[in-house]
């Protein structure tokens, strides 16, 4: 059963830095896509970051060049640095990775919450 794993939320304050790190257990052949959606209250899930097998990224509109994400295909791991934080930035993160062969998977999501 492939599980995806997340660590590394908590309480920061504002200005504050966090890193969030996923890793993938089970088997789910190869990721095409790791990355990070979060949530917040009352509002839909966005995409965070992502990265595809061969490293290209991409970012969502909350990044302002705050966030840097990170993967491994080794460890099939995929990771979220996060600096500058503001009040807005809390919610549950999700981890997420889709295969190529129709595999789309979510952790349980860790919680951040930037206090002002």
């Known amino acids: 059963q492939v599980q995806l794993v997340e660590s590394g939320g908590g309480l920061v304050q504002t200005g504050g830095s966090l890193r969030l790190s996923c890793a993938i257990t089970?088997?789910?052949?190869?990721?095409?896509?790791m990355g990070w959606y979060r949530q917040a209250p009352g509002k839909q899930r966005e995409l965070v970051a992502s990265?595809?097998?061969?490293?290209?990224?991409k970012y969502g509109e909350a990044d302002k060049g705050r966030f840097t994400v990170s993967r491994d295909n080794d460890k099939n791991t995929v990771s979220l640095q996060m600096t500058n934080l503001e009040a807005e930035d809390t919610g549950v993160y999700y981890c997420h990775a889709v295969n190529g062969i129709g595999g789309n998977y979510w952790g349980k999501g860790t919680q951040v919450t930037v206090a002002t």
């Open positions: 089970g088997s789910m052949f190869d990721p095409e896509v």
């Open positions: 990265a595809t097998v061969d490293l290209r990224l």
